[in-house]
């Protein structure tokens, strides 16, 4: 069935160092949306891409979506305390929304 | 707007029982989506629905079953509950259009003993 990979599983930062999590789909998607879950809190929407090689920026944060449309990655730049999460990126084929395991990120300041 | 709502927040059942989990989504929702969570597996798609009828399933056992109501509220059933049944149960709605994003409740914890 179809998978959508998603690494590293767990990343700890310096507090100002750079966080890239990578999403990898078995299948071509026709959009691709990012989540993030704070500890003991619910998966939160951040962005969905549609195009291929969209690049999209919400602040220090840089999504890409891959010209086959099989990947995307999130990259954090100088990363904060109140960046600490799950990132969970979450795959459309067809109907089904199909989420990655996610990526954990701690920060140490 | 309210949020999406689920009850209970947490739950104690023992292994056999059967337990009943509810989700009311955001008002002019209509689709919701259930999901379980567990740590290491990340999130595991049980089942949505749209309209009252069932739209994707996951690859879950048929212990595990839901329904809508015109309302667009929704329950998720586990019967004959399993030790590996534990797990947080997120709930999710959305417009229902392949690219409307999820709207998760606060879950509901359910420990099995």
């Known amino acids: 069935g179809q998978q959508v990979m998603q690494i590293p599983q767990y990343q700890h930062v310096q507090e100002g160092e750079d966080f890239t999590t990578y999403c990898n789909s078995s299948?071509?998607?026709?959009?691709i949306q990012w989540y993030k879950q704070r500890p003991g809190g619910h998966p939160v929407f951040l962005i969905q891409l549609v195009k291929s090689g969209e690049v999209k920026k919400q602040k220090r944060l840089t999504f890409q979506f891959g010209e086959a449309k099989k990947n995307s990655s999130l990259h954090i730049t100088a990363t904060q305390t109140t960046d600490v999460g799950t990132y969970f990126c979450a795959g459309q084929a067809g109907t089904a929304l199909i989420f990655g395991k996610g990526t954990t990120l701690s920060v140490s300041s | 707007k309210a949020g999406v709502t689920q009850t209970p927040r947490y739950l104690i059942k023992t292994r056999g029982q059967q337990v009943t989990l509810s989700c009311s989504p955001i008002?002019?929702?209509?689709?919701v989506s259930w999901y379980q969570q567990t740590p290491g597996q990340g999130l595991q798609f049980l089942f949505e629905y749209f309209s009252e009828t069932q739209r994707n399933k996951g690859n879950f056992p048929g212990r595990f079953s839901g329904r809508q109501f015109s309302n667009s509220r929704s329950e998720m059933n586990v019967s004959t509950l399993e030790l590996g049944d534990s797990a947080l149960y997120l709930c999710a709605s959305s417009l229902g259009e392949n690219s409307s994003p999820l709207h998760f409740g606060n879950g509901t914890r359910l420990t099995v003993t």
């Open positions: 008002s002019g929702h209509r689709s």
């Open positions: 299948t071509t998607l026709s959009n």
